[in-house]
């Protein structure tokens, strides 16, 4: 393998992690083992709370990371409903509370099948999506108003994995510039109630799966032994 060159590194990143912290990692182990600096980069970030498959791509294979973020995405995401937070997810409290009474597993899988196909998709506003040049999360954080347009993308397949009130498991097959969280805001919205995201895995991207990932315990010594073999 030639990491100058360029490679493609599926990882998997666990839980409270950054996709920035994961490059370093790995940028650190590439340039502490292999003696020289290398480039690392990746395809396409995961929320601190979520896990999942990460495509790293070193050296000159940094040029395809805008090919590989546009690859299609699967996610599994278990939503709690009848509530809701600031960030759609379990980063803020619970800030507001709807009925859930009228939710059965019928309502939920026919509800699931409005999103399938091409919709539109309001960013959250606790998201790296820019307005004037700022990040409208630090806005959100601030205080101040943010106001994020609509954005067109696939949902190509939703499908409910586990019905376990008040909480939901699906499984969701999209295209890039999903972000989750808002799909689980409106799916709580479709329901006439609420629903934020309590986990999140990313179990595919493109071809590559969770089972085809490196993990921050076994890469430094699979590094090891390819630099080793070559």
Same mark, same amino acid.
């Given at each position: 393998?030639?990491?100058?060159?360029?490679?493609?590194?599926?990882?998997?990143?666990?839980?409270? /992690?950054?996709?920035?912290?994961?490059?370093?990692?790995?940028? /650190?182990?590439?340039?502490?083992?292999?003696?020289?600096?290398?480039?690392?980069? @990746?395809?396409?970030?995961?929320?601190?709370?979520?896990?999942?498959?990460?495509?790293?791509?070193?050296?000159?294979?940094?040029?395809?990371?805008? @090919?590989?973020?546009?690859?299609?995405?699967?996610?599994?995401?278990?939503?709690?409903?009848?509530?809701? &937070?600031? +960030?759609?997810?379990?980063?803020?409290?619970? +800030?507001?509370?709807?009925?859930?009474?009228?939710?059965?597993?019928?309502?939920?899988?026919?509800?699931?099948?409005?999103?399938?196909?091409?919709?539109?998709?309001?960013?959250?506003?606790? +998201?790296?999506?820019?307005?004037?040049?700022?990040?409208?999360?630090?806005?959100?954080?601030?205080?101040?108003?943010?106001?994020?347009?609509?954005?067109?993308?696939?949902?190509?397949?939703?499908?409910?994995?586990?019905?376990?009130?008040?909480?939901?498991?699906?499984?969701?097959?999209?295209?890039?510039?999903?972000?989750?969280?808002?799909?689980?805001?409106?799916?709580?919205?479709?329901?006439? +109630?609420?629903?934020?995201?309590?986990?999140?895995?990313?179990?595919?991207?493109? @071809?590559?799966?969770?089972?085809?990932?490196?993990?921050?315990?076994?890469?430094?010594? /699979?590094?090891?032994? &390819?630099?080793?073999?070559?």
């Amino acid at each position: 393998m030639d990491f100058i060159k360029g490679e493609i590194i599926p990882f998997y990143k666990p839980y409270k /992690w950054t996709s920035f912290s994961i490059v370093n990692k790995v940028r /650190w182990e590439l340039t502490h083992q292999l003696g020289t600096k290398i480039k690392v980069g @990746h395809a396409g970030t995961l929320d601190p709370l979520a896990t999942g498959v990460m495509i790293l791509c070193t050296g000159k294979a940094t040029k395809q990371i805008e @090919h590989f973020q546009g690859l299609t995405k699967e996610y599994e995401a278990t939503l709690k409903l009848g509530a809701i &937070t600031a +960030s759609y997810d379990r980063e803020h409290p619970e +800030s507001e509370t709807f009925p859930t009474e009228h939710i059965t597993k019928e309502l939920v899988e026919e509800t699931l099948k409005q999103f399938i196909g091409t919709i539109e998709q309001i960013p959250p506003e606790y +998201s790296a999506c820019k307005i004037g040049g700022e990040h409208a999360y630090k806005l959100a954080r601030k205080g101040e108003n943010v106001d994020l347009k609509p954005r067109t993308l696939v949902i190509e397949e939703i499908e409910l994995l586990h019905y376990d009130m008040p909480e939901i498991q699906i499984r969701v097959v999209c295209s890039k510039g999903t972000y989750i969280r808002a799909l689980a805001r409106d799916i709580g919205k479709a329901l006439q +109630s609420g629903a934020y995201l309590t986990a999140l895995k990313r179990t595919r991207v493109g @071809h590559f799966r969770i089972e085809d990932c490196h993990t921050l315990e076994e890469f430094p010594q /699979w590094l090891q032994n &390819t630099i080793s073999e070559n």
